[in-house]
């Protein structure tokens, strides 16, 4: 069974940076797709970004692209996300997602695809 535990959020003013992190257990197999999500009350989750736990190829949302870099620790079975030049639209619960991927190492860009799920850890962004 896969679980996933989320930290690193917290309050940060505008053009700050935050990193989070997934510490995942569970991973029995080379390929699993991990993405961070994240959700304002009201909206659906969102995508963000997204890494192929084996070959470590990496996928951004538009919106973070050039901001945010995600990536893994593969010693410490942890994905993290940097954030840098934080927005107040940036704001949100984020989620880390896994899930078991296919032989290519294909990555997953909706909610709907993913099984697991972390906690989720609030960032928040002051202007």
């Known amino acids: 069974q896969v679980r996933l535990v989320d930290s690193g959020g917290g309050l940060v003013q505008a053009g700050g940076s935050l990193r989070l992190s997934c510490a995942a257990s569970g991973l029995i197999y080379s390929r699993y797709a991990i993405a961070w999500f994240r959700q304002v009350p009201g909206k659906e989750r969102e995508f963000v970004a997204a890494?192929?736990?084996?070959?470590?190829?990496?996928y951004y949302a538009e919106s973070v692209k050039d901001r945010f870099i995600i990536s893994r620790e593969k010693a410490k079975n942890t994905v993290y996300l940097q954030m840098n030049s934080l927005k107040p639209e940036d704001t949100a619960v984020y989620y880390c997602a896994a899930q078991l991927s296919d032989y290519s190492g294909s990555v997953y860009y909706t909610q709907a695809a993913y099984a697991y799920w972390g906690q989720g850890t609030q960032v928040t962004v002051s202007s």
């Open positions: 890494i192929s736990w084996g070959a470590g190829s990496t």
